[in-house]
């Protein structure tokens, strides 16, 4: 129990050193008043959320240099331990080209290592970094913005040295140096951080796979024509973009024919997704079909009665039926030789007519020849 409440005691201490030494990672109550007259008040809010870490040669950055008792040595047993007197100063150095979240995790990972940790972090400049690495996507100017407004960040020194000496780390009143274990050589075949891992200043942090500035170089190049595109489409020229005028135009017609394959791929993704309703859907409709086809294409369907009407009145225009005057004539002269029609009936077919006609023309030749042999007798 004792135990306990020692630990939560110096717990305490510690807390109440910390906000009394540190005035830049201090505590502090704002009144704010809103527009409409109420009143918010803001407890324990750290100070470089709210605004940039200092670099190095501004005052509040000079204040709390000031204010730490170098003579004090932190070494890394100690500062494990929690019992250090004061704020620990932990340095990290790099380019922090394209600042991305490998970087933020590095930089979280050195604030993490202790309790009380003041992280002072090193950015090179162009001259030193185009010199020993190579070119830089992003200026030197760009880069110290870019590292100052991350949240783990209290102080940012500005054209970090290279190589660490004594008179940078007494300067700036280094205790520690935080970088990843891999020897850092350049290509040189000396680790720059050799002499700082013999004293005991040196703390590893772990590297974040597959994320590096020169990854992402690597995509931009490999993938350098659509980027061109995309800024051209954006507004950019094909002067700021470096690029001639026939491929500023090569790349224009191909921007266009890629947005419509890309058109074309979403639609027939969409035909696919809908495919199965479709399928489904005929299968419900084709018996509607079917009996729909037999009704209008079947034997007994409307097109053939319809063919067979238009046979009918074909057939009837053809052979149109005898006049009037003439079916008189041929029915009372019928009804007075022969007797064989009736004379309401309809005029016989004309096969009928002439097999008529040539029974009376045999009559009319037997008769004569009757008469013929009455007088010989």
């Not at 350049?186 to 951080?193: I, K």
């Not at 791929?265 to 495919?275: A, G, N, Q, W």
């Not at 299968?283 to 294409?297: G, N």
Request: glycine share 4%.
């Amino acid at each position: 129990m004792e135990a306990s409440v020692s630990s939560s005691s110096g717990a305490i201490s510690r807390k109440r050193v910390r906000e009394e030494t540190s005035p830049v990672r201090s505590s502090v109550s704002t009144n704010c008043t809103s527009t409409n007259g109420l009143s918010k008040s803001f407890h324990a809010v750290n100070a470089s959320i709210c605004k940039p870490a200092p670099f190095s040669d501004e005052p509040d950055a000079i204040l709390e240099r000031d204010r730490c008792d170098y003579n004090v040595k932190i070494t890394v047993a100690l500062a494990k331990s929690g019992n250090a007197p004061r704020p620990i100063r932990v340095y990290a150095d790099g380019i922090y080209d394209l600042f991305h979240q490998g970087h933020a995790r590095q930089l979280m990972q050195a604030k993490s290592l202790f309790q009380n940790v003041y992280l002072i972090v090193g950015v090179c400049s162009d001259e030193l970094t185009h010199k020993k690495k190579g070119k830089t996507v992003m200026s030197d100017a760009e880069r110290y913005e870019a590292v100052r407004h991350c949240r783990y960040v209290d102080e940012v020194v500005r054209d970090a040295p290279w190589e660490l000496d004594d008179e940078f780390l007494s300067k700036h009143k280094i205790d520690l140096v935080a970088h990843d274990e891999e020897p850092y050589t350049t290509g040189s075949g000396v680790d720059v951080y050799a002499h700082l891992k013999e004293r005991g200043m040196f703390v590893a942090t772990e590297r974040t796979e597959g994320v590096s500035t020169s990854d992402i170089v690597a995509r931009i190049v490999k993938d350098y024509d659509m980027y061109v595109r995309r800024n051209l489409a954006r507004g950019y020229s094909a002067k700021e973009l470096n690029v001639s005028f026939l491929r500023e135009k090569k790349l224009m017609i191909q921007e266009k024919v890629d947005k419509l394959k890309d058109k074309s791929k979403k639609m027939f993704e969409t035909i696919d997704e809908r495919k199965t309703d479709i399928i489904c859907k005929w299968e419900e409709k084709s018996r509607d079909f079917i009996d729909a086809f037999l009704l209008l294409f079947g034997r007994e369907g409307r097109l053939h009665h319809m063919f067979n009407e238009s046979k009918g009145r074909l057939m009837h225009a053809l052979s149109p039926p005898v006049s009037p005057g003439r079916a008189t004539r041929e029915g009372s002269t019928s009804s007075s030789s022969s007797g064989d029609y009736d004379d309401t009936s309809s005029p016989p077919p004309k096969a009928a007519r002439y097999e008529r006609y040539a029974r009376r023309r045999q009559k009319l030749e037997n008769s004569s020849r009757d008469c013929s042999d009455d007088d010989d007798n």
